[in-house]
């Protein structure tokens, strides 16, 4: 029952030990490579391979009759050689959604010309946002976990965020507080925000309190997630006690010194202004030592680092640099003393989003507070367009990763800057001395998988990699297993490297979502942040799509590939969203020059023809289970077996995150996707509400307000409705083949046809 209780007698003989040993590699082969189980040899050579001392090294050679042998110094360098060997003879890769695709490798494993060495530049490959659990991994099952996994050792990431289920042991410090159950339940938020509440932006729950079922399920959970991670050599970055805690703790606690804290995104203070527990109270040592006696129990002795964020997107009560070097360095010691060997990692977000507050010199001061450099590890979040360590000295010297962001809300969006990523990750590396890794941070882990392929495979190369080159080797992999693939696959890809994926203009620093997925209006094209106008040149797209498509041409075997499905869907649905631009302007000028009344013809014309943009848009997501709402719409009733309730609570946590977020729609939109039952029954629906509301009014007595009462109505309306099948049976009855011609048979001019 208690995996920790085992994890502890393993680790009696030293933590170690246990994450020494080469069992996990043979595992993860076993799953993912079942034909090969015996044709890997793994070793653990602590002084093998050449590179840089102190980080992790392997080679890869020809073993006896037909095996490969891996060599490194450690789990994580084997994986990762495991992986390169996989990606560069086999052609094989693991993807996200698509999942595994090694099962592709030949049944007689091709031999080595000469063998393969790796030495990592850096000695962490950091991976998760805080929020990716609550975006990416809320309703995870145990099997989607083990993909992940997988996925990440053979990436050699080696540290990655594992904060999964730990509410199970803040209630449990709560009640040895005295707190009620209701004083606890007020603070918990739903299943799809936990991750706003772990660092006090949000508390409670709306659409009802969170289950206990739920709190249980997610600690089992938790206990598989990290001895699999142990076993294949990460070490996960738990949580601690941050300060935030229920309102009515200055009930249980009438002396401690609590403040509220302030308001997030304009959330009533009912769901915000989380009270917090000031580090320099007596108290919050003790419920440090006490959360983390308890997480130790639990899962053993397998990791000294800890994730703890206090003022993420949250200002501190004071800005007096004595107050802010006092909160850390009371925070530092709470976490020495629960564990002499802590180390506190941070998300350097808030020296970016509140920069107006955090100061060069408060800053310093709040570094200051830890006083040995390496005790913190901080998480440089956005690396790739609004660095922080060249402001702050390498933040003063601590340790620091320089990481990717890309993605906010798990929007989707073909794009990336693919030469900051190889290039200025180098550079960084180079000129401050404190940075000790690379990572990944997306809010959501949506698609762009290329993106962050790179840089945890630059994190293994002196030079910026030779990104031509890369897209050329993720192609030969992707579709392996159709015979030998058609130049002009190659071709496409390498046209999205040249557009989407090379933007350098400074107003779109992430990924681009698209204006039919915000709130109709008139100011629906949006440059900045979460921008919805593409910054490259779309002809490239369209271009790089005929590819795609004439590649399955020639090579028939590629339509019943799910790589080439899956990105035959992504290409398609970006061709389509990028020319919503021009109808929803045509439509907005159609209006605004001619008088509605006088013309409704063309405004109808103007109206139809967006919304059948978006219906062939919903058509072509719904051949595919990773575009569509139902998916992640089961996957979150999954976890209610069957209770019905619990169920349509699910139900309407999933629903709310991706649309309204928030009782009343406080930040709208922000997570919003492109996805497959989503564009039927939630944008085409406000399109329809929109343009109707156009035919009844002249520009002149325009109301937005008006616009938003009437579509906020019917927004609340869709939080509470159940998913049922009718809603996505157009995508099932036709091949992605037939609808995509279909489609282009219908726009022609949309897909480079005349
Ligand atoms: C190679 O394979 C043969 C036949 O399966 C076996 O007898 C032999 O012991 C193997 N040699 C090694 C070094 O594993
Ligand atoms: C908080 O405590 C007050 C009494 O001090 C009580 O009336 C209230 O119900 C408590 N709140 C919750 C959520 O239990
Ligand atoms: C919530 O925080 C805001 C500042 O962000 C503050 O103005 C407001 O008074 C706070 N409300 C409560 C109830 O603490
Ligand atoms: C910081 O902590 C010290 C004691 O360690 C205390 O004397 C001082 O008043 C505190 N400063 C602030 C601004 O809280
Ligand atoms: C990336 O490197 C280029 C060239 O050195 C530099 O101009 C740019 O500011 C860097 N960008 C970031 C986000 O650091
Ligand atoms: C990196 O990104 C920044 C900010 O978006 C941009 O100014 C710079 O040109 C980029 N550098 C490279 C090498 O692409
Ligand atoms: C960035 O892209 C936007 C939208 O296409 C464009 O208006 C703007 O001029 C571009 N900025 C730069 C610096 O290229
Ligand atoms: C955009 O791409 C197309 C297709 O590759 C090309 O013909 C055209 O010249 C490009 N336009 C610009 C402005 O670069
Ligand atoms: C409508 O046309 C007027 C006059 O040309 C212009 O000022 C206004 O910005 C237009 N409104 C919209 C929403 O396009
Ligand atoms: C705009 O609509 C709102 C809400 O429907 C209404 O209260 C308001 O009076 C309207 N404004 C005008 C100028 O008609
Ligand atoms: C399924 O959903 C559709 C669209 O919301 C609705 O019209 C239909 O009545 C529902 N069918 C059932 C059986 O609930």
């Not at 497959?676 to 937005?704: D, E, H, M």
């Not at 939080?719 to 083949?737: A, Y």
Request: glycine residues 6%.
């Amino acid at each position: 029952m208690h995996l920790g209780t085992i994890l502890l007698s393993v680790c009696s003989i030293g933590v170690l030990a246990y994450a020494q040993s080469t069992q996990g590699l043979y595992n993860l082969v076993k799953r993912r490579l079942s034909n090969h189980a015996n044709h890997f040899d793994f070793t653990i050579d602590k002084s093998c391979c050449a590179g840089i001392d102190g980080y992790d090294r392997f080679m890869v050679s020809n073993g006896p009759n037909n095996t490969i042998s891996i060599k490194g110094t450690s789990i994580s360098a084997l994986s990762s050689g495991l992986r390169r060997y996989l990606t560069d003879i086999a052609h094989v890769d693991i993807y996200w959604f698509i999942g595994s695709r090694l099962e592709q490798a030949p049944a007689i494993l091709p031999s080595l010309n000469q063998p393969i060495q790796g030495s990592s530049t850096v000695r962490w490959r950091y991976h998760f946002n805080t929020v990716t659990f609550s975006y990416t991994t809320a309703f995870w099952s145990w099997k989607d976990w083990e993909t992940q996994l997988d996925w990440m050792a053979l990436h050699g990431v080696n540290l990655p965020l594992a904060w999964v289920g730990q509410e199970k042991i803040l209630v449990e410090v709560f009640q040895e507080l005295g707190l009620t159950d209701a004083e606890i339940a007020s603070y918990l938020s739903g299943p799809a925000f936990q991750a706003w509440n772990r660092f006090g932006n949000i508390q409670g729950s709306w659409g009802g309190d969170l289950p206990r079922t739920w709190i249980d399920q997610q600690f089992a959970l938790q206990m598989k997630i990290l001895p699999r991670m142990v076993e294949l050599g990460m070490t996960p970055v738990l949580p601690a006690f941050t300060g935030f805690v229920p309102m009515n703790t200055t009930r249980a606690l009438p002396d401690a010194q609590i403040v509220r804290g302030s308001q997030w995104a304009g959330f009533p203070p009912q769901y915000s202004n989380d009270s917090y527990l000031e580090p320099f109270d007596a108290n919050f040592a003790k419920i440090q030592s006490s959360f983390i006696i308890k997480q130790r129990a639990a899962y053993g002795s397998i990791s000294n680092i800890y994730t703890l964020d206090q003022y993420n997107e949250n200002s501190p009560y004071s800005g007096d640099l004595d107050y802010l070097r006092n909160v850390t360095y009371y925070t530092w010691q709470s976490l020495k003393q629960a564990d002499p060997g802590a180390v506190w990692m941070m998300q350097g977000w808030l020296f970016y989003a509140q920069a107006s507050f955090w100061t060069e010199e408060r800053i310093q001061a709040f570094l200051s507070g830890i006083e040995k450099n390496d005790d913190m590890l901080i998480l440089d979040l956005f690396s790739e367009s609004a660095p922080q360590w060249r402001r702050t000295n390498s933040y003063y010297g601590k340790p620091w990763i320089w990481c990717q962001v890309h993605d906010y809300g798990g929007n989707m969006g073909l794009y990336g800057q693919l030469r900051n990523v190889t290039v200025n990750a180098t550079e960084a590396r180079a000129e401050s001395p404190s940075l000790v890794g690379y990572g990944l941070t997306m809010e959501g882990q949506e698609g762009n998988e290329i993106m962050y392929t790179t840089l945890l495979d630059q994190a293994w190369s002196e030079a910026p990699l030779d990104t031509k080159k890369y897209f050329h080797n993720w192609v030969r992999s992707r579709y392996s297993g159709c015979g030998t693939l058609p130049v002009e696959l190659y071709e496409a890809w390498d046209l999205l490297r040249t557009s989407v994926y090379d933007n350098t203009n400074t107003s779109v620093t992430s990924v681009i979502k698209s204006a039919f997925e915000i709130r109709p209006g008139l100011n629906n094209v949006r440059i900045g942040f979460q921008a919805s106008v593409p910054t490259y040149n779309t002809s490239q797209v369209v271009q790089s799509w005929e590819k795609l498509y004439k590649a399955a041409k020639e090579e028939p075997r590629l339509w019943a590939s799910p790589p080439y499905q899956h990105d035959m869907v992504d290409l398609t649905r970006q061709v389509i969203v990028n020319a919503f631009i021009p109808i929803y302007h045509t439509l907005i000028s159609t209006w605004n020059t001619s008088s509605a009344v006088a013309d409704s013809h063309a405004l109808t014309r103007e109206s139809d023809k967006l919304l059948q943009l978006l219906t062939d848009l919903d058509a072509v997501l719904l051949t595919n289970r990773n575009f569509r709402l139902s998916t992640w719409i089961e996957s979150a009733r999954s976890w209610a077996h069957s209770d019905e309730d619990f169920e349509a609570f699910l139900e309407y946590n999933a629903r709310n995150q991706i649309t309204l977020w928030g009782p009343d729609g406080e930040i709208a939109d922000y997570a919003s996707k492109q996805w497959g039952g989503l564009v039927s029954t939630y944008y085409v629906p406000r399109w329809r509400i929109f343009c109707k509301y156009l035919q009844s009014v002249s520009p002149a007595s325009y109301n937005s307000t008006e616009v938003e009462r009437l579509l906020i109505k019917f927004e609340k309306k869709w939080q509470t409705e159940t998913w049922n099948d009718t809603m996505e049976s157009r995508g099932k009855t036709k091949s992605l083949q037939a609808i995509i011609d279909d489609v282009q048979a219908r726009w022609p001019t949309v897909f480079g046809r005349c």
